[in-house]
C-alpha cells in the first residue's frame, strides 16, 4: 500500500475515534443536565433529591434559641401551646445542650425536629417539642426538674437541687401514660408540667403561684 494511502486510512480512523468520544461526552453531560437520554444514575438522583431537601430545611434546622421558639410559637399554638410566651422559651432554651438535629437526647437538636414535624401534625409532635420532651426528647423527670429549678428559684423555688425533685418525680407524682401531656388535676406529672408551662418569668408574684402549682405540694395537683 502506499504512504498516500496509510496517511489516509490514519486520518479516517481518527475522525471514526473522535466522532465516537465526542458522542460519549455529550449523551454524559446531557444525562447529568436532566435533558432527554440515558436514564440518570438511581443513586446520583438521590443524592441531588437529599442535598435539595436539605437546602430547603436549612432555615428551620438551624440550631438556635431564637429560631426554636420563633418556629415551636407558630407551629404549637392554642391547645398546643408548649409556652406562656416566647420569653419563656427563650429562658428555658438557655438551658438546653445544643445537640444534634434529629437526636434523641434533651437538646435543642431533638426538640427543633419534632418543632419541624409539628407543622404539619401539631397534636402529635407539640408534646416533644416542648419543655419536656414529651418522653421522646430526653426523660420527662429530668426535663421538668430542670425546667422548676431553672424557672421557680429564690423564694418560689419548691426545690434547692434537682435531686430532691427527681427523686419525688419517680415516686411521689410518676407521668400517667392514659391521660394528656398536660392536665389541671391529678398527683401526677402531667398535672405539674401543665402548670410550670404557664409559669412567666417576669412577674415575681405570678411565678410564685405558679410554681407553687407546679410544685410537689400543689393545691391542684393532688
Request: with cysteine; net charge negative.
Amino acid at each position: 500500500m502506499t504512504d498516500r494511502s496509510n496517511a489516509v486510512l490514519v486520518v479516517v480512523a481518527f475522525l471514526v475515534y473522535a466522532t465516537a468520544g465526542c458522542s460519549a461526552d455529550a449523551t454524559s453531560t446531557a444525562s447529568d443536565a436532566g435533558v432527554d437520554g440515558p436514564s440518570v444514575d438511581a443513586n446520583v438522583a438521590d443524592v441531588a433529591i437529599a442535598s435539595a431537601d436539605a437546602a430547603a430545611d436549612a432555615p428551620l434546622r438551624e440550631l438556635s434559641c431564637t429560631s426554636y421558639c420563633a418556629l415551636v410559637a407558630a407551629s404549637c399554638s392554642g391547645a398546643n401551646a408548649q409556652f406562656a410566651s416566647v420569653e419563656q422559651c427563650m429562658h428555658a432554651c438557655s438551658d438546653l445542650q445544643v445537640g444534634v438535629y434529629g437526636d434523641s437526647d434533651d437538646s435543642l437538636g431533638c426538640r427543633l425536629a419534632e418543632t419541624v414535624a409539628a407543622q404539619t401534625a401539631p397534636a402529635l409532635h407539640c408534646p416533644a417539642a416542648g419543655p419536656f420532651g414529651g418522653g421522646l426528647c430526653g426523660d420527662r423527670c429530668d426535663n421538668y426538674c430542670s425546667v422548676i429549678v431553672l424557672t421557680c428559684n429564690g423564694d418560689s423555688a419548691p426545690y434547692t437541687n434537682k435531686t430532691l425533685c427527681w427523686n419525688d418525680c419517680q415516686n411521689n407524682f410518676k407521668f400517667d401514660k392514659n391521660a394528656p401531656e398536660y392536665t389541671d388535676s391529678g398527683n401526677t406529672l402531667n398535672c405539674r408540667e401543665g402548670f410550670l408551662t404557664r409559669v412567666g418569668i417576669g412577674d415575681a408574684g405570678d411565678r410564685a403561684s405558679g410554681c407553687a402549682l407546679a410544685g410537689p405540694r400543689s393545691d391542684a395537683c393532688k
